[in-house]
């Protein structure tokens, strides 16, 4: 058999305390790469508040924590990773160094943040790139300012009065396209980045939780679709999501070329103190009157499994078998197993949406497992 390269990922992290030494951690100790998303900047004493729906923080000890949990790096490209300004992405920065986590995904400036990590396992060289499009005003990375890698979306909203007079209060139809030159700066990069390694993984930050989207449209959202397919072009490898506070299933998208690349939409949360925990996410210039609550799936996380191995034809790496591993949110955030009964569900779920965008998958001991057609 060749040589496998493992890669675990999850979704969100956000923490106010440190986590249970015991928490769920799959195959995460066992791989040889650990992924997973910054979800909130790390300062001590934050300055103003950006004026913005919630806004999150996590005390100084969080690189600690990461660097116990044996974490190899981290994406920063985020709707919160300026909640509390300029400071708490440099702070974020700096504990994060200190503490040997690698990051990507933001910077002094735009360049900066859209610098990979590089990543060498078995003489193979891995990229890692952040980029978001949940992108609140003035988070943006420019040539001359501080921010986070993006692609901001356009919407726009399609309202038939017939509907409108049969049943007022129907939402509009939302239409999301991606900026257009911002769309071509995350392309250029990627092609760029596709020289320097064997393998590219781009994290997005991206979609919509489940309880913010229109019941009558579909859960994944255009632009994503949109992005998905222009960046499979460019030398992607695999698209590892999330945002969504709820882990989706995954869509197998193909280049021109006939390559196969698996888009994972959103991973869920993996440890996340802020929605659980009283007074967690600050909220005082809250002003719209929107039912903000929790669904089921709120409460599911996973973990991707990525089984790498070299590719005879082109000697780089490539994904032969992709697995996510069900697991459940305690009643503060953390993951835990569950019960087979309640892996089985969240398989079960994964599997159906996969199934439904025309990739095949099994369900394999409470698992959802993809394998690449030879």
Request: net charge negative; charged share 25%.
């Amino acid at each position: 058999m060749a040589k496998q390269i493992r890669i675990a990922a999850v979704g969100d992290i956000a923490v106010l305390h440190e986590p249970k030494k015991d928490i769920w951690k799959g195959i995460w100790e066992e791989a040889d790469i650990r992924l997973a998303n910054l979800e909130a900047p790390i300062i001590e004493n934050p300055g103003a508040p950006a004026d913005k729906l919630v806004r999150m923080k996590q005390p100084l000890k969080t690189g600690e924590w990461l660097r116990n949990l044996k974490t190899t790096a981290v994406s920063l490209a985020n709707n919160h990773m300026l909640d509390w300004g300029v400071p708490g992405l440099e702070q974020t920065c700096q504990t994060l160094e200190a503490a040997g986590i690698k990051f990507t995904g933001a910077g002094a400036n735009f360049e900066e943040s859209r610098r990979p990590v590089f990543l060498k396992v078995d003489g193979y060289t891995i990229a890692f790139l952040s980029w978001s499009s949940t992108v609140p005003p003035g988070y943006q990375a420019l040539n001359n300012r501080p921010g986070i890698a993006s692609v901001r979306i356009k919407s726009y909203f399609q309202i038939d009065s017939s509907i409108l007079d049969e049943q007022p209060g129907t939402p509009p139809y939302i239409q999301t396209v991606p900026v257009e030159d911002e769309l071509i700066q995350l392309e250029e990069t990627l092609e760029q980045v596709r020289n320097k390694a064997d393998f590219v993984i781009l994290s997005m930050h991206w979609g919509v939780p489940p309880q913010w989207s229109s019941v009558p449209q579909d859960p994944i959202a255009e632009y994503q679709k949109i992005v998905s397919k222009r960046v499979v072009e460019k030398g992607v490898d695999v698209i590892v999501g999330h945002h969504a506070h709820a882990p989706f299933g995954f869509e197998e998208y193909f280049s021109s070329q006939g390559k196969s690349v698996p888009v994972l939409y959103s991973l869920g949360n993996y440890i996340f103190h802020p929605e659980f925990v009283p007074g967690g996410m600050d909220k005082s210039t809250f002003h719209v009157p929107y039912n903000m609550f929790m669904l089921p799936e709120n409460h599911q996380s996973c973990m991707a499994e990525l089984v790498l191995e070299e590719d005879s034809a082109t000697g780089r790496l490539s994904i032969e078998q992709m697995v996510i591993h069900p697991a459940m949110l305690d009643e503060i955030g953390e993951p835990v197993e569950g019960s087979a009964e309640q892996r089985q569900q969240v398989a079960e779920r994964l599997h159906r949406f996969t199934q439904k965008r025309g990739t095949i998958t099994e369900l394999v001991n409470q698992k959802v497992v993809w394998k690449r057609k030879k």
